[in-house]
């Protein structure tokens, strides 16, 4: 039977009562016309009102059942078919043929689902809803050697994994063990790839990460690195980038990451430390980057300073200083940085030369290096003496005070503001509020008074009060013309201001009492009503300091 018309006519008429041949001859010669034209052939089947009945014809015992799945998995590679499709009530019954043990029905199930679905969120959610993770999970475990129908799993996986719906699913089932055992046997690289396409997704998952780290997943993308490691050819060298960086997205979460760590001592942290003096820059990023996310608590930062992690980082920015990789710069600061959080670090990172190395980056043009050198500095000066050397350092406040102005990239802007502030609170140095005065850095510090961060707001008013206690006369125009008189007032006035904002702002008002010009702008402002309404405030500490700023304004006047 060659003539669709035909066959189409007469699978409508007598699809229910056909017998099984003239079925099985009619769907042969849908296949025939859809593999020699699908588009036209799906748009007279579109019109025939087939696809209505196709939803009955998918029963798990007939024979021709396989052949009406793979007419629906061609019809729906249209994009025009899938809703029709949908229409036509076919997803339910595709998903009860997924308990079958028919391999060739299974594997034309799977297309005929996926295609349907194809880029369709929503309904790879109706999927998920009706179950089909746990089954297609288990079909991988039973199929693992037919080659075709594991691929149809691989990219059913792929899909359905990108949904955040999905993971908790997945987490449910043994799927890391099936894809690891799957990893494992694969020699080709594109079978390799199709597997990482799924662990990059699922790899997202907390829960899902320690089972891939339970599975032995670390130990087979070691071996990838250790085989690919010198390797030229291009689908080596992207089979280790996807390996090393699969790894450190394994090191993000908090069980898998402390696993591996083994108190300092485990196999595979050694094996990525090594990594970091290696020649290849992939693993020189992967390797600095794992750092930084065994760097996550206290602990371990404490035992990678004492084993010479530190000198191991620096050295690999040395070798990044002139023109070098912004990666690898960006994640050997990042490590440094999460390094340098434990207080005791800090001392034994600055006698190592950590902010002479870091200092080296100042010329970078890159924003997300620069947003990682603040960071790394800020973690690093809580000691007087080292806010003081900073302080001085005349190239390093000047291009904080460019940053500060840095409007294109947030993140640079507040953690210059922020490191601008540090280096007065710690250093208390009257040589480094001059420098800054000198520089222009007193403006960017009134301007992040009125931060939408509380905690920024606190660090500058708390900068503010130190300079007006220590250098009020070399700062006075600077504050006078960076408005902060009305900036205090409004701040006192704003019943949305936090306790703690109240207060700096108190405590920098009496310091400022010291200015002529701007203890007559306090006046003019009316500064005495405000305070004095927050001798009744709710907090204490504001409490008092306001009776102690309203006495200071009122004999002051």
Request: charged fraction near 20%; hydrophobic fraction near 45%; aromatic fraction near 4%.
């Amino acid at each position: 039977m060659d003539n669709l018309s035909d066959a189409l006519k007469k699978l409508k008429i007598t699809a229910i009562d056909i017998s099984e041949d003239s079925l099985e001859g009619c769907l042969d010669c849908l296949l025939q016309a859809l593999a020699q034209n699908n588009m036209e052939t799906s748009e007279k089947l579109q019109g025939s009102g087939i696809l209505q009945l196709f939803a009955s014809l998918l029963t798990p015992h007939s024979p021709c059942t396989a052949k009406v799945a793979n007419i629906i998995a061609e019809v729906a590679k249209n994009e025009f078919m899938r809703l029709p499709c949908v229409e036509a009530g076919l997803i339910p019954p595709l998903v009860q043929l997924l308990n079958c043990k028919d391999q060739e029905l299974l594997l034309q199930t799977g297309r005929a689902l996926g295609n349907i679905c194809y880029d369709s969120h929503a309904l790879q959610a109706q999927l998920i809803n009706m179950g089909v993770i746990p089954t297609l999970v288990k079909l991988l475990g039973i199929h693992c050697q037919n080659s075709a129908l594991t691929e149809m799993c691989l990219v059913a996986f792929g899909n359905l994994a990108e949904l955040e719906s999905s993971k908790e699913q997945f987490a449910y089932t043994n799927i890391a063990e099936e894809l690891v055992k799957l990893f494992k046997k694969q020699i080709e690289h594109d079978k390799k790839e199709m597997i990482f396409e799924v662990l990059a997704p699922l790899a997202e998952n907390d829960a899902i990460k320690l089972q891939l780290v339970d599975a032995g997943l670390v130990e087979c993308l070691l071996e990838i690195v250790q085989q690919t490691v010198d390797s030229e050819r291009e689908e080596d060298i992207a089979e280790l980038k996807t390996a090393s960086d699969l790894m450190v997205l394994l090191l993000l979460g908090d069980e898998s990451m402390q696993k591996l760590f083994e108190g300092g001592k485990g196999s595979v942290f050694q094996r990525v430390l090594s990594w970091v003096p290696s020649n290849n820059h992939q693993l020189q990023l992967a390797g600095a980057l794992a750092i930084a996310n065994f760097a996550r608590n206290d602990g371990n930062c404490i035992h990678m300073v004492e084993n010479g992690i530190v000198q191991k980082l620096m050295d690999l920015l040395d070798r990044h200083v002139e023109d070098g990789n912004v990666t690898v710069q960006h994640a050997a600061l990042s490590a440094l940085r999460n390094l340098a959080i434990p207080v005791v670090n800090k001392a034994k990172m600055l006698s190592a030369g950590v902010a002479e190395a870091v200092l080296k980056f100042l010329k970078s043009e890159m924003p997300p290096v620069q947003f990682k050198l603040l960071g790394t500095l800020r973690m690093l000066i809580d000691a007087q003496e080292a806010a003081e050397q900073l302080g001085k350092n005349v190239k390093l406040v000047q291009r904080l005070v460019e940053w500060c102005e840095a409007k294109d990239h947030a993140g640079v802007m507040g953690e210059s503001n922020r490191l601008l502030s540090a280096l007065i609170r710690h250093s208390k140095s009257k040589d480094v509020i001059n420098t800054i005065v000198q520089n222009d850095g007193v403006k960017h510090l009134v301007t992040m008074a009125t931060s939408e961060h509380v905690i920024m707001q606190n660090e500058a008013l708390v900068a503010l009060a130190l300079i007006a206690a220590l250098e009020l006369v070399t700062a006075e125009k600077d504050l006078e013309n960076a408005k902060l008189v009305p900036i205090l007032h409004r701040l006192l006035a704003d019943e949305r201001s936090a306790p703690e904002i109240k207060y700096n702002s108190m405590v920098l008002i009496c310091a400022l009492l010291g200015s002529e010009t701007l203890h007559k702008e306090m006046q003019s402002l009316a500064f005495l009503e405000v305070v004095s309404k927050l001798r009744s405030h709710e907090n204490k500490t504001v409490a008092q300091q306001a009776s102690l700023t309203e006495q200071r304004l009122a004999v002051d006047s």
